[in-house]
């Protein structure tokens, strides 16, 4: 089992990780050292048509911002997050029997080593992760793995309010761009809650590789933590930015779906993981899914807005498997449902 993991320090990045040069961090491809993403305090004493107003203003202009008094407790993030480093922590064997790369399967850890995003091949990425199904968690917990014993039950209140602390945004966005509080609610939010929980181990040589390639996620929104190793970097004005850590933050960000359903008024966000030589990273990614079988379109309250509908109707199902042949690249999986005015050429 080839897990990143499994060796305590690596002294040289070995080939198959070293990427192409054009898919490298450039070296004069300066992160913008000038431009920081919005925070936005979600306590519970504001008023709501200031948070509102907020969000929709980071929304718009970046499609990144953090989140903090976001209701998550301080002690519910971080003993999932020490439970999730104890799990790459163990010994390869006990890691085993979930090693896969079976994309159906409820809870699996796999590396970068045997499975790439990215269509066009040329290297490997520098990470390991868990993939879980996490909500409802009475029916998932019974894959998760017994062992580190705080795994299961700091996963277990860890997902519950990561789950609604995404709820309470998407009705802020949705009350904030002048639909019903409860849009989202039903099947756009109603399908398998997932997990990727990320580890990048310290990397000999940064400038070579890459944590995880340049991608825009599926779904409406998604909640990272981060923890306090520095790596997200977000695309703005065609620069990246790095997403500096903010101490007891979540990190949100758009997807596809967000973009789809809100007739480009709001947009997903091209971003990548990159690598450093002195400490572990652990990013834990939640997103909540539609149902498969759902009807994504734009909303009619934003297509009157703007005149037009910018992308055709589709099931769910068939976003999931333009997103796999796309590879997560954002033009390519968008092309296959804009809707082109008449006389033009796609």
């Known amino acids: 089992m080839g897990l990143l993991s499994n060796t305590p320090v690596h002294h040289a990045v070995p080939d198959e990780y070293v990427l192409p040069p054009e898919k490298r961090p450039e070296p004069d491809e300066l ?82 080593t045997t499975y790439v995003l990215d269509r066009s091949g040329g290297g490997r990425y520098w990470r390991d992760y868990i993939q879980l199904q996490c909500f409802p968690v009475d029916r998932f917990s019974q894959d998760w793995p017994a062992e580190p014993a705080a795994f299961v039950p700091s996963l277990a209140a860890y997902a519950t309010a990561v789950r609604t ?107 990548r993981a990159v690598t450093n030589s002195s400490a572990a990273r652990l990013s834990v990614v939640t997103i909540m899914l539609p149902d498969m079988d759902c009807r994504i379109e734009p909303a009619p309250a934003l297509v009157t807005e703007g005149g037009q509908a910018k992308f055709r109707p589709f099931l769910f199902r068939e976003f999931n498997e333009a997103y796999a042949a796309a590879a997560a690249n954002r033009e390519d999986v968008l092309q296959r449902f804009r809707i082109y005015p008449a006389g033009t050429m796609e």
């Open 31 to 112: 992160v913008d050292p000038t431009v920081t993403l919005p925070v936005i305090d979600l306590a519970a004493g504001r008023r709501r048509h200031l948070v509102v107003n907020e969000i929709i203003k980071a929304s718009k202009e970046f499609g990144f911002f953090q989140v903090v008094n976001h209701g998550v407790g301080d002690e519910v993030v971080g003993a999932f997050r020490s439970a999730a480093a104890e799990f790459f922590a163990m010994p390869a064997e006990e890691k085993l029997p979930y090693y896969s790369d079976d994309l159906t399967k409820p809870f699996r850890v796999d590396t970068s």
């Open 165 to 271: 602390l995404a709820a309470t945004l998407l009705g802020l966005i949705a009350e904030g761009l002048g639909l019903e509080e409860s849009f989202f609610r039903g099947e756009l939010s109603g399908g398998w809650t997932l997990m990727n929980v990320n580890w990048y181990p310290p990397c000999p040589d940064p400038s070579l590789t890459l944590g995880l390639l340049p991608h825009c996620d599926r779904p409406l929104l998604t909640v990272l933590s981060q923890g306090d190793v520095s790596g997200l970097q977000a695309k703005h004005k065609g620069r990246w930015i790095a997403v500096q850590p903010v101490p007891n933050a979540f990190v949100i960000n758009f997807g596809h779906l967000m973009e789809i359903v809100t007739n480009g008024l709001l947009q997903s966000v091209e971003h």
